[in-house]
T-cell receptor, first 115, second 114 residues
Framework: GAGVSQSPSNKVTEKGKDVELRCDPISGHTALYWYRQSLGQGLEFLIYFQGNSAPDKSGLPSDRFSAERTGGSVSTLTIQRTQQEDSAVYLC?????????????FGAGTRLSVL | AQSVTQLDSQVPVFEEAPVELRCNYSSSVSVYLFWYVQYPNQGLQLLLKYLSGSTLVKGINGFEAEFNKSQTSFHLRKPSVHISDTAEYFCAVSRMDSNYQLIWGAGTKLIIKP
């Protein structure tokens, strides 16, 4: 596609429910990143996928968070048993190489509200 | 470990006035430096980056930044702001030794007053 696409753009859920957030990266980009942006905060790294390598999950805040990337393209971030502190904007980015000098291209994000 | 400090959470400035958004970083290894902009309800977009070479880097929309290694700073400047520059600006660094992670500052909201 032309850019990174995320869906849904907004998600309202009740505490305790599971949610799935989707990211469709730029075609051909091998690296994919998930970030969380809480109100008034910078970006918090969650997870990184690069090609067929094992993902770097070091940023996931708890075992309620998981992510997968199917076929090296689309990624899904799943939050189980959501809590109010999970409310944030979840941003996905992709890049062509996944090194520190490479530009990351961002989607518009999914705004998650946990009631 | 690396860290990034954006000293100002908000910077109000009159339209057509100059602006400087400050960014300082801490790192034990050499880094690449980036500025991203986030317009309301949008994702982040790269403004400019410093990888090597000239310490003065020019980006999109008339912005520029200067890398100062001795002061570990990468301040963003624009000589004359426009109402359309209203956005949040994020400074980020990444290690030169192939680490893929960007370490982010907390962001600075640029508020343009008419």
């Amino acid at each position: 596609g032309a850019g990174v696409s995320q869906s849904p753009s907004n998600k309202v859920t009740e505490k305790g429910k599971d949610v799935e957030l989707r990211c469709d990266p730029i075609s051909g980009h091998t690296a994919l990143y998930w970030y969380r942006q809480s109100l008034g905060q910078g970006l918090e790294f969650l997870i990184y996928f690069q090609g067929n390598s094992a993902p770097d999950k070091s940023g996931l805040p708890s075992d309620r968070f998981s992510a997968e990337r199917t076929g090296g393209s689309v990624s899904t971030l799943t939050i189980q048993r959501t809590q109010q502190e999970d409310s944030a904007v979840y941003l996905c980015a992709s890049s062509s190489l996944g090194t520190g000098r490479n530009i990351q291209y961002f989607g518009a994000g999914t705004r998650l509200s946990v009631l | 470990a690396q860290s990034v400090t954006q000293l100002d959470s908000q910077v109000p400035v009159f339209e057509e006035a100059p602006v400087e958004l400050r960014c300082n970083y801490s790192s034990s290894v050499s880094v690449y430096l980036f500025w991203y902009v986030q317009y309301p309800n949008q994702g982040l977009q790269l403004l400019l980056k410093y990888l090597s070479g000239s310490t003065l880097v020019k980006g999109i929309n008339g912005f520029e930044a200067e890398f100062n290694k001795s002061q570990t700073s990468f301040h963003l400047r624009k000589p004359s702001v426009h109402i359309s520059d209203t956005a949040e600006y994020f400074c980020a660094v990444s290690r030169m030794d192939s680490n893929y992670q960007l370490i982010w500052g907390a962001g600075t909201k640029l508020i343009i007053k008419p």
